[in-house]
């Protein structure tokens, strides 16, 4: 018998959840009898006279605990990314990793060439605020150099104490120096999901995270759109942009509120454990109304689910830019009441059969990052008809200016298409989308 516990999460200990960029599943195995492969006695010979070398010749005394120890995460760090050795702290973080409260940076990260390289930076955390951003990589901690430490080793120096600093220096694609960015470390608590009206019918839901509620709290939100709006939307933007992904049965639950049928994901591995398929139950939140799926490559895992699954079953059109390519399921296996093996067991795949991992998801119309700023007014406004002396009066203009309100706060907002290009696009391509639907 196995107790399984769906807690996907791509953790950074410390730093926001874990360790690294992870999708697994919580496996806790009995003591089935387990086949032995053949031992490769000569390599363990090997293996043996080098631990004595070690005991005996190195510079200074080694506990054959620190050896084994070390020797075992090698052998699983040496698999993949996301393989890993956890010991009882790291362990701990990964079994509290959903929670959505949690003292650090904000960030997800992995490692890379040596470097930790940010996966994202998650909403209103002292990273976000700081301005990391995805794809940065860190080669500097305060006065440390981040090359030929562990993750978890630099994990460890960017934890600390609510209130205290950390300078990290990054190395960013398109500049010309590294970057010193100064960061307060903080308890921070994830709002997983957030709303608000783009325009009247038009509504906007942005999860930053995959936390267990992160479903519920998504239909709670659709549903009070739906009210601030008469009763219905025309049409909902889901912005998923550097979303690092978080648990599976939340990308199942977000993926299943816009279905009605269908496969949602499946995963696919060497023992039967690690095959598992997801379905969709009848009731779209929408009634079919169009949606725009916004991602970039700080989105990875759950939500390239998320974005896989809408785009395969046709219900979504997905903007940006390819994901992050994170499509391995890793399984957790206590060794003690202290340690574990986290190990990659599966893939998972989109509804087509598709395999996200190193691949991503290449979004139906590419928007590539550009930087826009106002055209100049140079105070010419160019003729018009009602400009023209003895113009014929419309009719019924007037009657139209009487029905027409404004506030002064949305004169003075700035534009959408300023504080956020890619989703000003998306609310363009929404309603053209409701606008054909309709017609």
């Known amino acids: 018998m196995r107790f399984l516990k769906r807690d996907f999460a791509l953790v ?31 390599d363990l ?8 070398r070690i005991k005996s010749s190195y510079v200074e005394p080694v506990e054959d605990k620190e050896l084994l120890e070390n020797a075992i995460r090698g052998m699983l760090s040496g698999l993949d990314p996301h393989s890993a050795y956890l010991d009882l702290g790291e362990f701990k973080d990964l079994r509290e990793g959903t929670s959505g409260e949690f003292g650090g940076l904000g960030i997800e990260v992995s490692m890379e060439d040596g470097f930790v390289k940010v996966v994202a930076p998650i909403d209103e955390t002292p990273a976000a605020e700081a301005g990391v951003k995805s794809g940065d990589l860190i080669i500097r901690l305060d006065d440390t150099p981040v090359k030929g430490l562990s993750l978890a080793e630099a994990v460890d120096i960017m934890r600390g104490e609510p209130g205290s600093k950390i300078v990290l220096t ?11 960015l100064e960061l307060t470390r903080a308890i921070i608590k994830v709002k997983s999901v957030r709303t608000e009206t783009l325009e009247s019918g038009y509504g906007y839901v ?26 219905k939307l025309n049409g909902l933007v889901l912005d998923l942009r550097n979303n690092p992904g978080g648990v599976l049965d939340a990308a ?62 046709k219900r979504a059109v997905i903007l940006g830019t390819k994901t992050f390519g994170k499509g391995s399921v890793q399984t957790v ?23 996200i991992q190193a691949d991503g998801i290449e979004p139906d119309i590419k928007l590539d990052a550009l930087q826009i700023s106002a055209a100049e007014d140079n105070g010419f406004q160019p003729l018009r008809e009602v400009d023209l002396s003895r113009h014929l009066e419309n009719g019924l203009l007037e009657e139209a200016e009487k029905s027409e309100t404004s506030s002064a706060e949305e004169e003075d907002k700035q534009p959408l298409a300023l504080r956020d290009y890619p989703l000003s696009q998306a609310l363009n391509l929404l309603k053209g989308m409701s606008i054909m639907s309709n017609r």
């Not at 296996?333 to 395999?355: D, F, H, I, W």
Request: aromatic share 6%; net charge negative.
């Open 170 to 180: 990054i190395i960013r694609e398109g500049a010309d120096k590294p970057l010193k």
């Open 333 to 355: 296996m206590p060794l003690t009441n202290e340690t574990a093996v986290k190990m990659t067991t599966a893939r998972y795949y989109t509804p087509s059969g598709r395999s």
């Open 206 to 231: 942005r999860i930053s995270t995959f936390q267990s509620p992160t479903g519920e709290n998504l239909r709670d939100a659709i549903n009070q759109l739906k009210t601030d709006n008469g009763g």
């Open 252 to 313: 199942v639950e977000v993926s299943d509120a816009f279905l009605n049928k269908g496969m949602i994901v499946y995963t696919d591995g060497r023992i039967e454990d690690s095959d598992q398929k997801f379905h969709a139950k009848p009731g779209d939140m929408l009634n079919g109304a169009p949606i725009v799926v916004l991602v970039n490559g700080g989105s990875a895992s759950a939500s390239e689910i998320v974005a896989g699954a809408l785009q395969d079953h």
């Open 12 to 42: 950074t200990a410390g730093v926001i959840i874990g360790i690294t960029l992870i999708f697994g599943q919580m496996v806790l195995a009995d003591k089935n009898p387990i086949v032995k492969p053949d031992l490769p006695i000569d």
């Open 45 to 52: 010979r090997a293996f043996s006279e080098i631990f004595g």
